[in-house]
């Protein structure tokens, strides 16, 4: 089995600063993409930010320049680099992975979530 656990989350003022991470553990044979999705108060899940195996990064048009997504593939691990939060930002953030496993099954698994309010 895989397992993914989220941390980082909490409350921030605006223009704030806070770093997520989500750790993959498990049967894994191969880490494929990586990524974060927020969603907010009724809305859908979006995509925010995420990353290739060679490196090659997207992010959504409201999180440029101000959020930075990276991995750490040693530690099955990946980040997200949220500064000049905006009360906007508030959601629920969730870490997808793309896992090939020991039995040679590929497939996307979704992290727990974790919230990020931004309010005074």
């Known amino acids: 089995q895989v397992q993914l656990v989220e941390s980082g989350g909490g409350l921030v003022q605006p223009g704030g600063s806070l770093r997520l991470s989500c750790a993959a553990s498990?049967?894994?044979?191969?880490?494929?993409?990586m990524g974060w999705y927020g969603q907010a108060p009724a809305k859908e899940r979006e995509l925010v930010a995420s990353?290739?195996?060679?490196?090659?990064?997207n992010y959504g048009s409201s999180v440029k320049g101000r959020f930075t997504i990276s991995r750490d593939d040693a530690k099955n691990t990946v980040y997200l680099q949220m500064n000049s939060l905006q009360p906007e930002d508030t959601a629920v953030y969730y870490c997808?992975?793309?896992?090939?496993?020991?039995?040679?099954?590929?497939?996307?698994?979704w992290g727990q979530g974790t919230q990020v309010t931004v309010s005074s």
């Open positions: 997808h992975v793309d896992i090939g496993d020991s039995w040679g099954w590929r497939r996307g698994y």
């Open positions: 498990g049967s894994i044979r191969s880490i494929y993409d």
């Open positions: 990353i290739t195996s060679d490196g090659t990064t």
